[in-house]
Nanobody
Framework: QVQLVESGGGLVQAGGSLRLSCAAS????????MGWFRQAPGKEREFVAS????????YSADSVKGRFTISRDNAKNTVYLQMNSLKPEDTAVYYC?????????????????WGKGTLVTVSS
């Protein structure tokens, strides 16, 4: 059974940092793209960042460019999201996903598996 489990969320002040992790189990995802999405209260889920199987090709939403960095460790079947200079508008539930292509995930398509999410709250 495939599972994606996010961790690392919490409450942080504006300007602070958090590092999210997503551990995958049930199969190996080293040949798949992985990514992060988020959903704020009352809003639709939106793309945050994705990376290809090696982690060398990445995509980020304009709203997080220069602040968030996606990376992965295939030996650990884990993808990370380093979030710096956090803003109150980054408050959301953050979801990890697996898909076939990082570019397709940027278009909010092609996700095969989802985690249950981790809550990030940024206070002003």
């Amino acid at each position: 059974q495939v599972q994606l489990v996010e961790s690392g969320g919490g409450l942080v002040q504006a300007g602070g940092s958090l590092r999210l992790s997503c551990a995958a189990s049930g199969r190996t995802f080293s040949s798949y793209a992985m990514g992060w999405f988020r959903q704020a209260p009352g809003k639709e889920r939106e793309f945050v960042a994705s990376c290809n199987w090696s982690g060398k090709s990445t995509y980020s939403a304009d709203s997080v460019k220069g602040r968030f960095t996606i990376s992965r460790d295939n030996a650990k079947n884990t993808v990370y999201l380093q979030m710096n200079s956090l803003k109150p508008e980054d408050t959301a539930v953050y979801y990890c996903a697996v898909g076939l292509a990082a570019a397709t995930m940027r278009a909010n398509r092609g996700m095969d598996y989802w985690g249950k999410g981790t809550l990030v709250t940024v206070s002003s």
